[in-house]
């Protein structure tokens, strides 16, 4: 597809259990980025990743949350063990990298409930 | 650590009111600014973006936004606004060298009525 993909849209699960979330970002994109939405606050960075260069991982809130980049291109959330406080839609966007890129390309995001 | 204020949290206007959205950053090397809209049900997308020169930038559906260095400001104006222009705003930094971190507002949820 043209655009940034992400899945699943919706994922319900319960208190203690392990979810994956998925962004295929647009082809071509070097920098991928993930972003929790929470109502009220607004988008809250959590990792990028830029080429073959280390991720900067300074959001991740805890370290039950991990993500990886395979071959450049698509990338997993992870989130272990989930507590209600994770509920939020995740957002996933990319973009051609580089100092004078600017413009952030949004997937439609995962929106993650916890029971 | 970079940081991104959006004020106004909730705005109502009714059509052909003028708009003005409020954002400041704490970052006092060159930076890159954003606006981005979020419209019900969609997905965000870009509406301006400021990286050097006139301070005063021009986005589409008629927006604009003015770069006050001295203010670390980036506020996102539009004269006359439209029902179709409720939707979500958010501010956003980037550093301008070093990293391509994007730091967002929490956000304006603005609501025009008819």
């Known amino acids: 597809g043209a655009g940034v993909s992400q899945s699943p849209s919706n994922k319900v699960t319960e208190k203690g259990k392990d979810v994956e979330l998925r962004c295929d970002p647009i082809?071509?994109?070097?920098?991928l980025y993930w972003y929790r939405q929470s109502l009220g606050q607004g988008l809250e960075f959590l990792i990028y990743?830029?080429?073959?260069?280390?991720?900067?991982k300074s959001g991740l809130p805890s370290d039950r949350f991990s993500a990886e980049r395979t071959g450049g291109s698509v990338s997993t959330l992870t989130i272990q063990r989930t507590q209600q406080e994770d509920s939020a839609v995740y957002l996933c966007a990319s973009t051609s990298g580089g100092a004078n890129t600017g413009e952030l390309f949004f997937g439609e995001g995962s929106r993650l409930t916890v029971l | 650590a970079q940081s991104v204020s959006q004020h106004n949290h909730h705005v109502i206007l009714s059509e052909a009111a003028s708009l003005e959205l409020g954002c400041n950053y704490s970052y006092g090397g060159t930076v890159n600014l954003f606006w981005y809209v979020q419209y019900p049900g969609q997905h965000l997308q870009l509406l301006l973006k400021?990286?050097?020169?006139?301070?005063l930038v021009k986005g589409i559906k008629g927006f604009e936004a003015e770069f006050i260095k001295s203010k670390f400001s980036f506020n996102l104006r539009k004269p006359s606004v439209q029902w179709s222009d409720t939707a979500e705003y958010f501010c956003?930094?980037?550093?301008?060298?070093?990293?391509?971190?994007?730091?967002f507002g929490t956000g304006t949820r603005l609501k025009v009525l008819a």
């Open positions: 956003a930094v980037r550093q301008g060298s070093g990293t391509y971190k994007y730091i």
């Open positions: 082809s071509g994109h070097t920098a």
């Open positions: 400021y990286f050097s020169g006139d301070p």
């Open positions: 990743f830029q080429g073959n260069s280390a991720p900067d």
